[in-house]
């Protein structure tokens, strides 16, 4: 059987063609990736993004959907662009090809969460993942990052159990124990406040508040009772509004210190923790 020089040349060389075609565009695949993420390390994060994109349009087989993906989303996290990160982490963990990927792109998004201050949704996300059973083998790691949640959230006393079980000793156990320590209660700088006006402020440290609320709230209380002793019953009332305005606005002044300075307390801790904690971070 004879067959033409055309279709022998069709048969054999043409398949050899094609197959160094596609060993060539995956070379160029590779090479694309790879100076991607040269952008990545040297801090270009938006040229990596749109050599990556690039990367993704062209890459037909989808071999690198994963970490294309994911390495647009650690650019647009970099850049401080924390919802767009969010999407492409989890555009990325639809081609995660195995457990450890899927989780590392789960728990990315949570890091983004914290960053962005929606750490409830981080903490929704890391009971999804402590139930799930594929993840049992990383109950350290979301605790850990539960911790965290819970420092952002300014419950510092929750981040202490977290950590706590982890290890009693564990610095980020030992910073929330103190944050704890530190704080005001701001029920009980209202109620000493509500019993004797201006004790509030002086509790959480602010003296010359406290000393005026205690100063008004006593000259208008004694007015008041002078008043109604002398059957003065107008001006009586007169007195005892004003009492009642300085000892309501005394309260008020105590709780706002007691908020205030605890607030001022966990954000020096939050500072403390991004520039001398050498632990993971978000």
């Known amino acids: ?115 962005r201050h929606t750490a409830g949704q981080s903490l929704n996300l890391l009971n999804q993942l402590e139930r799930d059973e594929h993840f049992s083998n990383m109950q350290r790691e979301i605790i850990y990052w539960k911790g965290w949640s819970y420092m952002f959230m300014d419950m510092w006393d929750e981040a202490s159990l977290q950590f706590g079980k982890i290890s009693d000793n564990h610095p980020l156990k030992e910073l929330s124990d103190k944050v704890v320590k530190d704080k005001y209660s701001v029920s009980f700088a209202k109620v000493i406040s509500y019993i004797l006006p201006g004790s509030g402020q002086i509790y959480t440290g602010e003296y010359l508040s406290g000393l005026m609320s205690l100063g008004w709230a006593g000259l208008f209380g004694c007015l008041s009772a002078e008043s109604f002793v002398a059957d003065r019953v107008f001006d009586g009332f007169i007195n005892s509004g004003l009492f009642l305005r300085f000892h309501h606005g005394n309260i008020q002044n105590a709780e706002k210190f007691a908020v205030e300075k605890n607030k001022r307390i966990s954000d020096k801790a939050l500072i403390y923790v991004q520039y001398n904690y050498k632990g993971p971070k978000p």
């Open 1 to 115: 059987m004879k067959i033409s020089v055309n279709k022998f040349l069709l048969v054999i060389i043409l398949p050899v063609l094609l197959s160094s075609g596609e060993l060539c565009a995956q070379d160029y695949i590779k090479e694309q990736y790879d100076y991607s993420k040269e952008l990545f390390k040297s801090e270009q994060y938006f040229d990596a993004i749109t050599e990556l994109k690039r990367l993704l349009f062209f890459d037909k087989s989808g071999a690198y959907n994963f970490e294309a993906n994911y390495l647009i989303a650690q650019s647009y996290k970099s850049g401080a662009r924390l919802n767009d990160a969010v999407k492409y982490f989890t555009i990325s963990q639809m081609y995660a090809r195995n457990d450890s990927l899927l989780f590392q792109a789960k728990l990315e998004v949570v890091k983004c969460n914290i960053l």
